[in-house]
């Protein structure tokens, strides 16, 4: 077991360590490296997968109403704990709700359960974005428009993948191995993208920071374990639900909250550090599905 861990964590590590050894000596420009990521490649994943004629996303309803519970239900646990912690909700909740389900979330799941776990991977991926860019961006700024939602790539690859996938139009062959090839790049470069950023990692409120990498993947498995229970999900999808609830949070919380000038340092504390804590959680979730 524990050499099974190490082979499905040991390819993500590596590649964030290089990320993070890059970032620190050649401090290069991770703004367009992620632009690229969020316009060109991920989308490409997406339509990619969603325009697969094997991919039948009706068998994937209990996953995404799986994915949606756990990141409400992380939200409705946390909440208690903010006056406790003496933090805003504002600043707290969205860290708690959204995790990295690109970064860390679809290369784990699918070294863990195999190629074949990509797709619920990519459809809790996609459930946790659709939420964190409408309901997460509310939360932290109660005027935010809305229908800005409706321009995000992300949004409009997943809105042509699912009209071709509900029309059961298929993507020209060659077209779907080049989106394919494209949607390829996402995966370690989301790791290495990872790795950069930690170079820059704010622990000025290391205490919170703690605090929260404790919290993020309780709350989180909690709800997955409840959810997955009441859906009656089969084993592969109950632990792949658990290993998403127990993912640490999106630096994407961080990127919002300094947008919206929501105590970002509080932030990126509880964000950088719930990633570093991720290297210890992640294995004992791992132990707890797989076993």
């Known amino acids: 077991m524990l050499m099974r861990i190490a082979s499905i964590l040991a390819p993500m590590v590596s590649i964030v360590a290089v990320g993070y050894v890059y970032g620190r000596f050649r401090s290069p420009n991770m703004a367009i490296v992620n632009q690229l990521a969020l316009e060109i490649f991920i989308p490409a994943l997406v339509i990619a997968t969603l325009a697969d004629k094997s991919f039948a996303l009706g068998a994937y309803v209990p996953m995404m109403i799986g994915g949606a519970a756990v990141i409400l239900g992380s939200g409705l646990l946390a909440w208690p704990l903010c006056r406790w912690l003496g933090v805003a909700p504002r600043t707290f909740l969205p860290a ?6 690109g970064n860390l979330g679809l290369p784990l ?6 190629p074949a776990a990509l ?3 990519l459809v809790l ?3 946790e974005t659709m939420l964190h860019f409408s309901l997460g961006a509310w939360m932290v700024d109660r005027h935010t428009r809305l229908r800005d939602f409706w321009r995000i790539p992300v949004v409009i690859a997943t809105a042509i993948g699912l009209t071709m996938n509900f029309t059961g139009t298929e993507l020209w062959p060659p077209l779907h191995t080049g989106a394919k090839m494209l949607g390829d790049i996402s995966v370690p470069l989301l790791l290495f993208v990872l790795g950069a950023r930690l170079v820059d990692a704010d622990f000025s409120e290391l205490r919170l920071g703690l605090q929260g990498a404790l919290i993020c993947p309780l709350v989180g498995m909690a709800s997955a374990a409840i959810a997955a229970f009441a859906l009656g ?5 109950f632990g792949i639900l658990v290993i998403f609830g127990a993912l640490p949070p999106a630096v994407l919380n961080y990127v919002f909250a300094e947008r919206y000038k929501q105590e970002p340092h509080k932030v990126a504390s509880i964000v950088f550090t719930g990633n570093l804590a991720s290297l210890g959680v992640l294995p004992l979730a791992l132990v707890l599905v797989l076993r």
């Open 125 to 127: 991926w996609l459930v």
């Open 96 to 101: 708690m709700m959204f995790n990295n389900s």
């Open 109 to 114: 799941i699918v070294l863990a359960f195999g």
């Open 233 to 237: 999900l089969p084993a592969e999808q």
């Open 119 to 121: 797709a619920p991977a």
